[in-house]
């Protein structure tokens, strides 16, 4: 079993890569609607694919369409009469209500049928529906290559999306299209053994002392407190091969000690630092 070690420190960007840090996280957030789009295209299609596959299912189908069309007729017919008297007691009441309690039995009815045919109507069409698959995961792996993230933050977005996924068809609900709220997450990946401490090659994450003038008069160490500084890659090199690193202060409780010489492994993360 894997042991996943999480540590979680308030920080402060110290330096001039705000700008950097919010672009990435924007071109994320765009990343996560475009994947949002894949997604429900995929859905529709592969409802459409099975439905299609057996004609039992697909009459079950039209005439659950009918009756959810009709049930929304009557309940806004309802509402249009109760807001017409502004009060819930209005001519008909019953009418209403008995139509709606029979178009509900008659699609909890047809539903239930549904469910039984299309376990069947899937293996019908699993060639189909493989091939679609193969589609989703293609058009997936071309939207992270169009989004010109760095591969850390585009997996950060494919990750937390992969979970999301998995409990929205577990749940059968829609996934939501995200808006920017300057908003997100920024993060790398290390080969094992990352020791904090050292200088490394790429410069992913590197925890130092920090400087005097990191600090602005702040004490370096207080009372069951430590501030360190955490020197961060957070992106692709820029057009003169510079990598650009953030440096942010963070704070140091006592119990979530984090010293400059540790060496982290690939199954402990370091996050929202």
Known sequence: MKEITIRKYGARLI???EATIVQSMRDQNNLWNKLVEIERSNRTEYREIVTQSDDELAALSNEANTAEQRLEEVQ???ARARAAKRSKQIEGAADYAAEIKALSA??????AKMKERRAYA??????????LELRRRAAIKEAAKDAALWWPH????????????ARALKSNADLLFHRFKGEGRIGVRFSPGLLLGAPTATELLKVRDALPEELNGLSAVRAKKRILAVDMRIGKPDDAGVIPVATFLITVHA??????DETLWPNSRLVRV
């Not at 899937?122 to 091939?131: C, S």
């Not at 585009?154 to 996924?165: H, M, T």
């Open 76 to 78: 806004a017919q309802r």
């Open 255 to 260: 119990g979530k000690e984090l010293r400059p």
């Open 154 to 165: 585009s997996e950060l977005v494919l990750g937390a999306f992969d979970v999301a996924r």
């Open 106 to 111: 008659t699609l909890k009815s047809l539903r």
């Open 15 to 17: 330096g001039d890569n």
């Open 122 to 131: 899937k293996e019908v069409a699993r060639p189909r529906l493989d091939t």
